[in-house]
């Protein structure tokens, strides 16, 4: 009897000891950032242009330039496979300005003749912080793939 009450006690000191602290606002502003990426991410492979352009801020500079590259995109490519590795990111939520996300892309671009185009890079999003929109992209776009000739041999 003693021996199942104290298996009872320690089971339920154990279950106690596992409660998770609620997220505080940096860890709530961070699952905002990983969601984004996913959605950026899942409206791209779709090809849903609207999805995608919901996802990017109004102050975004040259929102306009951005829509028209991906909707050629689109027009080129008729099946595209991008993949993020999430596990990898690193998300900086600053005390004042934009969220960044840093993360290794990779995405394979497919014509309807049979072309592919395979490109991917380490680059960095920038969010806003409040409604988790893309407000910028550093260096390489994710969203504009670049075909690259393969160096001569010699």
Partial sequence: MIRRLFVVLFLLAVLAGCAKEPLKQAGIQGEGIVQSVRDLASAYERRDIDGLMDKVSISYPDRENLRKSVDSVFSTYQTIKFSVQYS?????????????AVFTWEGEWQTSGGKIVKDGARGTLAFDPQAFKLMGVEGKNP??????QLPQRQ
């Avoid at 969203?143 to 690259?148: A, K, R, S, T, Y």
Wanted: aromatic letters at 6%; a positive charge.
């Fill in 88 to 100: 990898r990111m690193l998300i900086m939520v600053q005390q004042k300005g934009d969220i960044k």
């Fill in 143 to 148: 969203f504009v793939p670049v075909e690259q």
